[in-house]
């Protein structure tokens, strides 16, 4: 089973201190072990291994290996998260906070959280609610997969059944 927390900025040239500021608030609550991918912002822990940068086969390497995932509101991020199986807790970078060049990212992640693909901090739930909410989605997407797995797996069981008759 897999365990732990990865967390991605991404790569932008700007900070974010504020989705990593919560993360280090609430360090102790999150699965072990931590990975945090920082990009440009500073940051350390002795709590996680921190790395600057990673390139795609270790990004997706990570998201695969960890139960939960906390992300950047970027799409390119998201979207491998996601098509892994995996539903992020995100948190959209914010023009006001000088944390990207507009709030694109805003609307991109209230789309997501809608069709519950990912779960938005910009909702007003908690950090470890929403690191929950992500978990339960996600465990749920699992099941539904398997399930789905053995319905096709005994009605292909069937139809070769019915081939031999």
Excluded: W
Aim: some cysteine; overall charge neutral.
């Amino acid at each position: 089973m897999r365990v732990g927390t990865f967390i991605s900025l991404g790569n932008s040239h700007k900070s974010f201190e504020r989705l990593l500021k919560k993360v280090e608030e609430f360090i102790d609550e999150l699965p072990r072990p931590i990975l945090i991918q920082r990009g440009h912002t500073e940051f350390s822990s002795k709590k996680a291994e921190i790395i600057r940068f990673m390139d795609m086969n270790a990004f997706e390497s990570a998201i695969n290996s960890h139960s939960l995932i906390i992300l950047h509101g970027g799409a390119g991020s998201i979207i491998q998260a996601v098509s892994q199986q995996k539903v992020p807790v995100v948190m959209a970078r914010r023009k006001i906070f000088n944390e990207h060049i507009d709030d694109h990212q805003i609307d991109f992640v209230a789309k997501l959280s809608s069709q519950e693909l990912i779960v938005s901090l910009e909702m007003g739930c908690s950090f470890l609610d929403a690191c929950d909410h992500a978990l339960i989605i996600q465990e749920k997407l699992i099941k539904k997969k398997a399930e789905s797995k053995l319905i096709n797996s005994l009605i292909q069981a069937d139809l070769d059944l019915y081939e031999k008759i």
